[in-house]
């Protein structure tokens, strides 16, 4: 299946979630388009995904930007943001629109 369009009906779940794969994808601002399209109206999208540090602890290519193109994205989409940070991780809970 493709995470930047899925076959869901619109407002079709009461939550999203993505964990550590946010950083695979090709295009991140397609994919959390395509997960508020599939979420309901006052629905939860959470995101969890390696910061800096957690990209380097798994050996992955840094890219600084990666947690602020997420948080740009979701503030299209959320009416509210909650972030917490981890040893490794960035996760959002974001009230969906």
């Known amino acids: 299946m493709n995470a930047e369009k899925t076959p869901f009906e619109d407002e079709n779940f009461d939550a999203i979630f993505s964990y550590h794969s946010m950083h695979h994808m090709k295009d991140i601002h397609k994919l959390i388009k395509e997960m508020s399209r599939v979420c309901k109206n006052r629905?939860?999208?959470?995101?969890?995904?390696?910061?800096?540090?957690?990209?380097?602890?798994?050996?992955?290519?840094?890219?600084?930007?990666?947690?602020?193109?997420?948080?740009?994205?979701?503030?299209?989409?959320?009416?509210?943001?909650?972030?917490?940070?981890?040893?490794?991780?960035?996760?959002?809970?974001?009230?969906?629109?």
């Open 43 to 97: 629905g939860l999208i959470v995101i969890s995904d390696l910061h800096a540090r957690g990209r380097r602890e798994y050996e992955h290519e840094p890219d600084k930007k990666f947690i602020l193109d997420i948080e740009r994205q979701l503030m299209k989409y959320a009416k509210s943001i909650k972030k917490e940070k981890t040893k490794i991780n960035m996760m959002f809970v974001c009230d969906k629109k």
